[in-house]
């Protein structure tokens, strides 16, 4: 059967998550490692992502939902998908629960599911089920997307880079760095209302990152 997609987007700005994200790194603790030493974790604008996404489906709990044949599922928690490129197509590994996870540990599961991924190592139970997922293609300079949702899944967010652009603020031209985002929804499970709810929530998650330190 056929989903019927809907598609919501919109722009977020970059730069405090940027700064933290810088502070975070700095702060990170040094381990020793087969190579020598290296930080503890080195922390993406993907990572932060997972987290918000995860963050925003706490905040709009209805959203974190699935349709099924029989029955709307509603989830206790955000697992979130993050599509992988591999040769000859793509994965979605995941990481569960990623509602209560911190930054380093979501960055740090992300780098071992995306390398596992690429040498085709992953179990079945790393990439099956999940609750949303994350499509980034913004390393490819992409601005703006649609992403294929992947059932049993009722929304996916695709990101686009993030760019400076002139923005207009109480009359006044500044430059900000912003990311476009799209949010696909399954329509049955996540009407336009609620899409927007979830993309907002998101938004806020991304433009106030201290709120993803928990």
């Known amino acids: 059967s056929t989903i019927p997609h809907f598609y919501l987007t919109l722009d977020c700005e970059l730069d405090a998550l940027l700064a933290l ?8 603790p040094v381990k020793k490692t087969e190579k020598g030493e290296a930080p ?10 997972i987290k918000a996404m995860a963050m925003a489906l706490k905040a709009v709990p ?23 490129s ?18 380093s540990t979501i960055s740090n599961e992300m780098k071992d599911l995306a390398s596992r991924a690429r040498s085709r190592k992953l179990k079945p139970e790393e990439y099956q089920g999940g609750t949303t997922a994350v499509s980034n293609l913004g390393m490819f300079g992409v601005k703006d997307f649609a992403a294929v949702i992947n059932p049993p899944h009722a929304t996916i967010l695709a990101v686009g ?54």
């Open 86 to 103: 591999i040769p000859g197509g793509l994965i979605t590994p995941i990481i569960r629960r990623a509602e209560e996870k911190t930054l």
């Open 62 to 84: 209805d959203a974190n939902a699935s349709w099924t044949d029989s029955a709307m599922v509603k989830h206790k928690h955000a697992d979130v998908g993050v599509a992988v």
């Open 161 to 214: 880079a993030g760019e400076e652009r002139a923005v207009v603020k109480n009359g006044e031209i500044r430059i900000a760095t912003v990311m476009s985002v799209t949010l696909s929804t399954d329509h049955r499970a996540v009407d336009g209302a609620l899409g927007a709810e979830l993309l907002g929530a998101f938004k806020r998650m991304i433009e106030n990152p201290m709120g993803m330190l928990v």
């Open 40 to 49: 503890a974790y080195k922390l993406s604008v993907n990572d932060m992502v």
């Open 21 to 28: 994200r810088t502070q975070l790194n700095a702060a990170a």
